[in-house]
């Protein structure tokens, strides 16, 4: 993973700023709590792959600290994201929506794994 963060040294919980944002998210594949992995391009492009099957979606930064994502046809969701951090290394992001409050961990992927 490279290009992360700008601002010197993040914590757990801290949200991800905004000049940080697109390394944050495109520095590694991310994968969840039940298997799911998704990317993101610097493009402005994302992948998400549940049981094998990818959805393509789009997203951008919405600016403090959040992003936006369309999944065609017509779903639209705006995300809080922070740092998740052990032992002084981001290791990952939370992505919570922000009108539900429904959190959701992504882990980076190691190569290895």
Partial sequence: MDG????????????????????ALTAAHFVFQDGATQ????????????????????????????FASFWPPTYRVTYTVRWIVENGVPVGVSFTETRSGVRYDGRYQSAAS
């Avoid at 990317?39 to 951008?60: I, K, L």
């Fill in 4 to 23: 992360m963060p700008s601002g010197g040294d993040v914590v757990d919980g801290q949200l991800v700023d905004t000049a940080d944002m697109i390394a």
């Fill in 39 to 66: 990317s993101f391009t610097a493009d402005g492009r994302t992948t998400y792959v549940e049981r094998g099957v990818p959805s393509a979606g789009e997203w951008s930064v919405a600016g403090g600290g959040t």
